[in-house]
Nanobody
Framework: QVQLVESGGGLVQPGGSLRLSCAAS????????MGWYRQAPGKQRELVAR???????NYADSVKGRFTISRDNAKSTVYLQMNRLKPEDTAVYYC????????WGQGTQVTVSS
């Protein structure tokens, strides 16, 4: 049974930081491309950041220079370090694993507000 479990979301003030984690089980983690997506109320789900099995990363333009995606294959975990958060970063953040088949986590809420 494949599970992707996100954690680390919460309420933070503008300019603050959060670190999201996604722990995977039931897959050979090192083979999978991993991603973080987000969905704000009334909007479509969008890619935030992605890291391939070989470690290549790419980011949405809106988060470049502020967010960093990384992975620890030994822990089967992918991270999203989010700095200089803005109110427009408020969304439910989802972890994604893809290698032929795609899996999703249940999401974690990030709210940026003063």
């Amino acid at each position: 049974q494949v599970q992707l479990v996100e954690s680390g979301g919460g309420l933070v003030q503008p300019g603050g930081s959060l670190r999201l984690s996604c722990a995977a089980s039931g897959i050979i983690f090192s083979l999978y491309n991993m991603g973080w997506y987000r969905q704000a109320p009334g909007k479509q789900r969008e890619l935030v950041a992605r890291i391939t099995s070989s470690g290549t990363t790419n980011y949405a333009d809106s988060v470049k220079g502020r967010f960093t995606i990384s992975r620890d294959n030994a822990k089967s975990t992918v991270y999203l370090q989010m700095n200089r958060l803005k109110p427009e970063d408020t969304a439910v953040y989802y972890c994604n694993a893809g290698w032929g088949t795609t899996y999703w986590g249940q999401g974690t809420q990030v709210t940026v507000s003063s």
